[in-house]
Structures are given as structure tokens and as C-alpha cells.
């Protein structure tokens, strides 16, 4: 996560904003300060504004919260998907020591596909209806590597096959709406990974499928990554996908960071009253049928007209106690911790309203 030691320095030049400086970035992924805002008739819509994270190779970080907290956004962003001339990005997005926001879009367009890669969140709308499953793969193949259309191919039907489709051979040369669900997201992730990427960002991508299906799926994530050691984005709204498989945790709302840390102390020791409300919400096995969730009151704010401060004080039971400003003044992340939480309420505090509040009905 965030405090990592960077002595060194590194000038990175801009176009729009000048020449940068700033420490030379440690991890594999360095993201700081990123900001992706869109104009539109009703006002500027703050998607994502101001995340900041690192990951390593062979960690998988976990970005979760409700829809419209910014997710996507941000992974896009990382990709550079975003339309230049329709969104307003900024920020630095390092990888392995080099600068995507301000490199060339061709530059970008090298990397994507063959160093960073994503599983998109709904494969049948992401691949392309018209052509076969293996052609789709092929090109993605021959985009990055200058071999024959029947090396390709071959490469095509080992990943199929590699992550569990049968009779990959023949299925190669099916279309997409011939898969089932399950099949057709093992299929987006054998395009993601044709060319080993070493970031890997996974997008919802148990989402309507099967309990049964989605244990597969992220098993199959799990595995792959052990086997190319890639870093790993599981972008969910899902506390469950994270739990099986993320390292660290970043919790989003209102386009913000509002906690983070490791998976052990965001599910154990969680302090931000927002990730109180995630938890409290999630199905659990080991209780009654009859055990009502918690949700959390309220609707996520707008992304045009976010509240003063504390974007999530509308919607927190434990807002302006003691005179704590969180109406007024917008809380920030503790530097340099192993767990960030950005929360007015004081940490002493914090810890004991969730030991005696929050923990036992968790």
C-alpha cells in the first residue's frame, strides 16, 4: 500500500500541465492523485477525484463499493480507455517506472493488451457478436506478436483450453452468443491473458453468473495469476469476491479513497463508517435465514453536487458528534499508514463504537 520508501526522482513532461517531479515510483503500479472528470450539461461530473494506491506483482488489490463510487472509472483510467477530448484526466499513473497519463496514446495502446489487460464486466457486450471467439483472440494475439495467423491460433485454442473451456478445438471457431455465461467469461479471460499481461484488472467479473460458476471463475483467476504472476485489480461491489481473493482492500465512495489497508484489517478491524454499512450489509452463511441485513440508509450521493465535507454524512449515524466538522471539511487519508482511513470521528473513538457497536452484530 501507500508509504513505501522513494528516495529517488524521476521528471515525467505534460502537455497540458508542464513538467512533473516527483519520487521515483517503487511498485509495480504506482497510482497518485488520479482525478478522471467529465463536463457535462448539468456540470462537471467528479467520477473519480484524487485515488491514490500502489500494487505489486503477484498481489491482487481489491476496489469495492456501490455502484457509481468510481470504480470503473478508475479502471478504465489506469488503461487509458477514456475518451481524451470527453474526459479530464490528471494525476500520475506509474507503471514499472513508466508514466501512462502523459505518454502518447499509441504508447498506451502498445501496453494495453500486452503488459496490462482487463476482463470486462459483461463478455457478451465486450466481444465482438460478428466474429468467432478464437478470431477475436487471434487478433488480439497478432496485435503484439508479428507469427503466422496458425501460430495464433494455436495460441487461441491452449488458453481455451488452459482455462477450462472443453473441446477447445472446435470451440475456437464458435461466436460468442454460442457460450454460455460462465464460458463466455472464461473466454474474456483467455483474451486478457493471450499475451501475458502483468496487470491484470478484473471488472465485476462474477456478475450474473451462478454461485457455482463464479467459485470457478475466481478459483481460475487465483490459479492464473500464481501461474504469470501478474498484479491483479478486482474491481466488485462483491465482499465476497474480495474476501476469497484480495490482498489489500481500497474502499471507494463518493469518487474518493475512504479506507484502506489489508484484507485481515478492513474485514477485522474496519473503521470508516461506510465500510461499517458494506459489511453489515453482506449475506453471511453462519447466520439464520431469519437474521435481517443492515442496509445502509440513504442513496449514493451525486457525482455533479456531491454534500459538503464528508461526502458520506448524509447517509453516517455517527456524523457531527462532538462537533467533529464532517459537514464542513472534507477528511483525508493518513499518510504513510498501513491502514487509511479517511474519517473525521477520532480513531480512539472510532475503534470503540465498532467493539461495542458495530462487532456484534457484524
Not at 264 to 283: C, D, K, N, V
Not at 314 to 333: A, D, F, H, K, S
Amino acid at each position: 500500500m501507500k508509504g513505501a520508501d522513494m528516495s529517488s526522482t524521476i521528471t515525467a513532461t505534460d502537455s497540458t500541465e508542464g513538467p512533473r517531479l516527483g519520487p521515483l515510483p517503487s511498485a509495480f503500479l504506482d497510482v497518485r492523485d488520479l482525478r478522471i472528470h467529465f463536463p457535462t450539461d448539468d456540470g462537471l461530473v467528479r467520477a473519480v477525484d484524487g485515488i491514490s494506491f500502489t500494487l505489486e506483482r503477484g498481489r491482487t488489490l481489491g476496489i469495492v463499493g456501490e455502484s457509481g463510487s468510481g470504480k470503473s472509472v478508475t479502471s478504465l483510467g489506469i488503461l487509458g480507455l477514456h475518451h481524451r477530448g470527453r474526459a479530464r484526466v490528471s494525476g500520475e499513473v506509474w507503471l514499472d517506472g513508466e508514466e501512462l497519463i502523459s505518454a502518447p496514446a499509441e504508447r498506451v495502446r502498445q501496453l494495453r493488451g500486452q503488459r496490462m489487460a482487463m476482463i470486462f464486466q459483461d463478455p457478451l457486450t465486450a466481444m465482438h457478436p460478428y466474429f468467432t471467439v478464437g478470431a477475436q483472440i487471434i487478433e488480439a494475439y497478432r496485435v503484439h506478436h508479428k507469427v503466422a495467423k496458425s501460430v495464433a491460433r494455436k495460441r487461441a485454442i491452449d488458453l481455451l483450453g488452459r482455462v477450462g473451456i472443453p473441446q477447445p478445438a472446435r470451440r475456437v471457431d464458435d461466436y460468442p452468443h454460442q457460450f454460455s455465461g460462465g464460458m463466455r467469461q472464461r473466454a474474456m479471460i483467455a483474451m486478457a491473458l493471450v499475451n501475458n499481461p502483468e496487470l491484470l484488472i478484473a471488472d465485476e467479473p462474477t456478475t450474473a453468473l451462478d454461485v457455482t460458476v463464479q467459485a470457478q471463475i475466481l478459483d481460475l483467476i487465483r490459479d492464473l495469476q500464481e501461474e504469470f504472476g501478474s498484479a491483479v485489480i478486482m474491481i466488485t461491489h462483491d465482499l465476497g469476491v474480495v474476501a476469497e481473493l484480495a490482498d489489500d482492500i481500497l474502499v471507494m465512495y463518493g469518487g474518493k479513497c475512504v479506507e484502506e489497508g489489508t484484507a485481515q484489517t478492513i474485514f477485522r478491524r474496519p473503521e470508516h463508517p461506510y465500510a461499517w454499512g458494506l459489511l453489515g450489509s453482506m449475506p453471511r452463511v453462519d447466520r439464520s435465514v431469519r437474521d435481517r441485513l443492515i442496509p445502509i440508509k440513504g442513496s449514493p450521493p451525486s457525482l455533479i453536487n456531491l454534500p459538503g465535507g464528508c461526502a458520506f454524512h448524509p447517509r453516517c449515524p455517527y456524523q457531527g458528534r462532538n462537533g467533529i466538522p464532517c459537514r464542513t471539511e472534507v477528511p483525508t487519508l493518513a499518510e504513510g499508514s498501513d491502514h487509511g482511513v479517511a474519517c473525521h470521528i477520532p480513531p480512539s473513538d472510532r475503534r470503540r463504537i465498532f467493539a461495542e457497536d458495530i462487532a456484534p452484530a457484524l
